[in-house]
């Protein structure tokens, strides 16, 4: 063990003529929180090991000569950034993940985060990459400097694709897409794309034309409810009244609904970094056994298949205790359920 008197520095571990060598920690503060502990090689950090900042940032994984060089994760835990992959001289080079957490409202139901993964030059995303908008929508194409730029593929929240040149991180040519509707969560890691399109001399009412803003439903384009089975036991002038009376009744009780959402879907996880949890099936069957849906002749299997009928959806799959189920989703699957049990009453239980 060593102790500076100058420095509030402190060692312990392997030596090797008089040198750190070996396995060992270092701690550079008196308080403990800045640290390494590794591999060292003639005093230099060489190997593996794992570097926690004064900030909170921690770095684990291999060193070269004092600096993050090959394989290693970074968390920048001030700015809920996360990096796995490949390092050269201290810098992101080769290829990675990097996610950007978005800290949300309790009770959210998307895993609300920014992610890229690709190559990677001097820290910057540089070359082909795919990155995944917490919106949904996801690009695939080349990189330069942080940018979108060379041929791309950008698919749509609502699955509408665009594919062709990018410069600058624009589209370079916007495509005629009357009537279609795509949108975008305008929280990118350095700019609004919504604000990009806006200064791109497409209007702004354009952009809500695109980006689904403009929903019939009253719940909004981000909750889209399933009511076919409904609507079948109604003459056709009377279908859009009686769509509006159910979106009505989810709409009352939406909060509710969400809070039973996130209950659920919690239930045997972590903490989450964006204070988000996505539910299972398994969350899902806990939630039908506690309503006691299986008290009316129907078993947890059956209701699977009912709620899989008329999808393509491979059997192993039909039972699976991790399928991940969205709050959009778990309305539905309430609907059809409800529906199922109760189809002579199927407007008063809605509404119950």
Request: aromatic share 10%; charged share 25%; hydrophobic share 30%.
């Given at each position: 063990m060593f102790k500076s008197s100058t420095q509030p520095v402190s060692y312990i571990g392997h030596w090797c003529h008089g040198k750190r060598h070996g396995k060992g920690s270092i701690y550079y503060n008196q308080e403990g929180t800045s640290w390494y502990e590794g591999d060292w090689v003639n005093n230099v950090r060489k190997g593996w090991g794992i570097r926690c900042y004064k900030s909170g940032n921690i770095y684990e994984g291999q060193w070269e000569n004092n600096?993050?060089?090959?394989?290693?994760?970074?968390?920048?835990?001030?700015?809920n950034e996360e990096y796995t992959g490949q390092w050269e001289q201290g810098a992101q080079n080769g290829f990675g993940t990097h996610t950007w957490f978005l800290k949300r409202i309790p009770y959210s139901q998307y895993p609300l985060r920014n992610e890229y993964v690709g190559e990677f030059v001097n820290g910057y995303r540089h070359g082909h990459g795919k990155f995944y908008y917490a919106?949904?929508?996801?690009?695939e194409g080349e990189w330069v400097a942080n940018k979108k730029h060379?041929?791309?593929?950008?698919?749509?929240?609502?699955?509408?694709?665009?594919?062709?040149?990018f410069s600058n991180d624009h589209i370079a040519e916007f495509p005629n897409l009357e009537g279609e509707l795509i949108s975008y969560l305008d929280t990118t890691p350095e700019s609004a794309l919504r604000n990009q399109y806006c200064r791109s001399s497409i209007s702004a009412e354009t952009?809500?034309?695109?980006?689904g803003s403009e929903s019939n439903s009253m719940l909004g384009s981000s909750i889209e409810l399933d009511l076919s089975l409904l609507l079948k036991m109604y003459p056709e002038r009377d279908q859009s009244e009686e769509k509006k009376q159910v979106e009505y009744a989810v709409l009352r009780n939406i909060t509710e609904l969400r809070r039973i959402y996130s209950f659920y879907s919690s239930l045997g996880c972590d903490h989450?970094?964006?204070?988000?949890f996505l539910m299972t099936k398994l969350h899902f069957w806990r939630f039908l056994k506690d309503c006691k849906f299986h008290h009316h002749k129907i078993t947890l299997a059956d209701m699977d298949r009912v709620l899989s009928a008329n999808k393509d959806i491979p059997v192993e799959e039909i039972h699976s205790p991790f399928t991940t189920i969205l709050l959009r989703t778990f309305l539905n699957y309430l609907l059809q359920l409800a529906y199922h049990i109760h189809h002579k009453e199927y407007q008063q239980f809605i509404l119950r």
């Open positions: 600096v993050r060089h090959g394989e290693g994760r970074m968390r920048w835990l001030t700015t919106s949904g929508a996801m690009y060379g041929m791309g593929r950008l698919t749509f929240k609502n699955g509408c694709v665009y594919d062709g040149p952009i809500r034309k695109l980006d989450s970094l964006d204070n988000t």
